[in-house]
């Protein structure tokens, strides 16, 4: 929807904006992302701000502008905090709705003639996030933009005990925020949560465990930048989708999604994320209630027949030393009874307790791929029962539901549909389509060859859902990008740089297993990449997310032996199907994890490969 006023042009000249970092961004390629992304909004570099002093727009009052500023202790601590910029005032609602990584914008336009009826279509149409002051003659508008109201809300669904409480908190937050209120109990909140680094998150991501998921500021800021942030509805690709960040992204942007992967588990992921987006928290409760009542009543549903444990398990997990055959009953009686549970729900939420149920599987029995591409792994069984997983992640979605209907009344929004199809990316449904971007991150090379199957982490969960059963789950990791099982690769047909490191994996006698399955990926990675080039619009970007390089170590001294610049060849890749390479840009990303690899403390990036398709 337009604002008449701005469009008219009531406003002469440019305004001058202010945007003002969140506290918790720390590293320097989230800090690149989020001047790009505005200077994809403003077409134009933006300028650092260090102090918000130094953010005070010349010609405003000073003094009335720091007022707008209700929490200045909860802007970044060093470095950056914002960033200065003149550009149209039309550009504000777009600017609420879109950006990423912005805590608050004010924005100061020339003139206020008619301001009073402007600001009334502004609020129209971006919700109740809005102040204006006038000073020295101009009208000076502070906004919080819609993205951290998402972020925040997580933080809210957590400490919250239901869905009133959710709303009456999100309430207050806002509230707070926009200096409507000086009630301690909600200035503490907003404080907190601005300070707290641990959310980033929308709640709607954290539905099931998955790994190697998108930072989803990242994710929604790449399609700002790829889309040129444009308005209106453009359709997005992610091809390889896995648990749906892309698509639920788009979807609150407006852009129409699809999503494609082999995994139908990943592809019901998603398909639940973007249908709790438009549920009825009361609904959900409803159903909470019932599976409480259900599980409560376990001799109803234990007395069901569990099922056989051989056949929830594949033969390779029954082998694990720690997988007794007391362990495989007790679990597979858990399974049976929250099976029967998600069996008996309303139709419309099966989607969702389906995932929740697998969520619940993921989390307890928990398998680590080591890495020398031979399928060792290791097993752990947390001990906290499966229903209680399963009925607090469910407690959770309701509360996630009730910020959703709060987010959607009060900040206006109208997600798009999505939709999650499973497929492959090296040969992509033949009516998906033309797409405007792509946006995606393929299985990475250490991920590949042995080290880490997605589909073999997930086989309890997928034979629980019926999707596979203990015989056929291995073949879906056939599927996936450079399996272990496949046809024989033609080494000739390898880039000269490829050809290397698949040699040099031959040539060590620990490592050999994973040569021809590093052939594969490189091989599967070109067809992907030539389907993606197909799928896009001529001129139309994709960005495609992988880790810049893969490292092998010696075993004993952990010393590096030999390094593949991943990134760097799947670009030459990129480009021999027809791509244009605009950019790699290196994105250090923060490892908490002490044990997912050797020296996994060193610094870590990904880079982001930005590909164009030739105009016509
Ligand atoms: C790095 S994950 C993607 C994560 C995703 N960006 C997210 O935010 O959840 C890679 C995904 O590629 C999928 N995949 C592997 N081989 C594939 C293939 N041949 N076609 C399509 N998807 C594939 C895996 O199942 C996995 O879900």
């Not at 947390?382 to 959607?408: C, I, T, Y």
């Not at 799928?535 to 030999?562: D, I, M, N, W």
């Amino acid at each position: 929807m337009a604002v008449p006023f701005l469009d008219s042009g009531a406003h002469e000249g440019p305004a001058d904006y202010l945007l003002i970092l969140r506290r918790n961004i720390a590293l320097d390629g989230d800090l690149m992302l989020a001047r790009r992304e505005l200077e994809a909004f403003f077409q134009t570099p933006v300028q650092n701000v260090e102090t918000i002093h130094e953010g005070i727009m010349e010609g405003a009052d000073g003094a009335g502008i720091q007022q707008f500023i209700p929490f200045d202790s909860c802007v970044r601590p060093e470095g950056v905090i914002g960033f200065r910029v003149s550009g149209p005032p039309a550009l504000l609602p777009r600017l609420i709705r879109q950006v990423s990584f912005i805590q608050q914008i004010l924005c100061v336009l020339p003139e206020h003639g008619g301001g009073r009826a402007w600001v009334e279509d502004l609020r129209r149409e971006v919700g109740e996030v809005i102040v204006t002051r006038e000073a020295e003659g101009k009208l000076v508008v502070s906004a919080l933009p819609h993205y951290l109201l998402f972020e925040l809300s997580e933080a809210v669904v957590r400490a919250s005990s239901d869905g009133n409480e959710v709303r009456r908190k999100l309430q207050q937050l806002t509230d707070a925020l926009l200096g409507h209120t000086a009630d301690r109990e909600a200035v503490a909140l907003a404080q907190a949560v601005l300070i707290s680094c641990r959310s980033t998150s929308p709640p709607l991501h954290g539905l099931h465990y998955f790994k190697a998921k998108f930072f989803p500021r990242m994710a929604r800021s790449l399609i700002n930048i790829g889309t040129g942030a444009c308005e209106g509805e453009r359709r997005i690709l992610d091809s390889f989708a896995g648990s749906g960040t892309t698509l639920v992204e788009a979807a609150t942007l407006g852009h129409d999604g699809v999503g494609v992967d082999v995994d139908p588990l990943a592809a019901l992921i998603s398909t639940a994320k973007l249908d709790l987006m438009g549920m009825e928290s009361g609904f959900l409760e409803e159903e909470a209630e019932n599976a409480i009542l259900r599980l409560s009543c376990k001799a109803k549903v234990l007395n069901q027949t569990p099922p056989d444990a051989a056949m929830l398990f594949p033969e390779w997990m029954m082998r694990n030393r720690r997988m007794t055959g007391e362990l495989a009953g007790s679990l597979a009686s858990e399974i049976g009874a929250l099976r029967c549970v998600v069996e008996g729900s309303a139709p419309e939420a099966r989607n969702l307790l389906r995932v929740l149920m697998s969520d619940a599987i993921c989390r307890k029995i928990r398998m680590r791929f080591l890495g020398t591409g031979v399928g060792r792994f290791s097993l752990t069984v947390g001990s906290r029962p499966l229903s209680r997983m399963f009925l607090q992640s469910l407690s959770h979605a309701a509360k996630a539901a009730a910020a959703g209907e709060w987010l959607r009344e009060n900040l206006r929004l109208n997600p798009a549909p999505g939709q999650a199809l499973v497929g492959d990316a090296r040969r992509l449904p033949d009516r998906i389509g033309a797409f405007d971007l792509i946006l995606t991150s393929p299985p990475y090379l250490p991920a590949s060859s042995g080290r880490e199957s997605y589909a073999k982490a997930h086989a309890p969960s997928l034979i629980a859902l019926g999707m596979k059963d203990a015989g056929s789950v291995d073949a879906l990791a056939d599927g996936c990008m450079g399996a272990m099982e496949g046809d024989e690769p033609d080494f000739m047909e390898l880039l000269q740089r490829e050809r290397d490191a698949v040699e040099w994996l031959a040539r060590d006698g620990l490592r050999r297993p994973k040569a021809g399955p590093t052939a594969r990926y490189f091989l599967d990675m070109r067809r992907a990449f030539e389907e993606m080039h197909r799928a896009l619009k001529p001129s139309a970007r994709a960005v495609v997310v992988s880790g810049k390089q893969s490292t092998f170590y010696t075993f004993s001294t952990r010393e590096p032996l030999y390094v593949v610049p991943c990134a760097e060849i799947l670009a030459e890749e990129a480009e021999a199907a027809g791509f244009v390479l605009e950019a790699l840009h290196d994105v250090q990303l923060q490892k908490a994890n002490r044990n997912a690899r050797p020296r996994s403390l060193d610094d870590y990036f990904e880079t982001l490969i930005m590909l164009r398709k030739a105009g016509e």
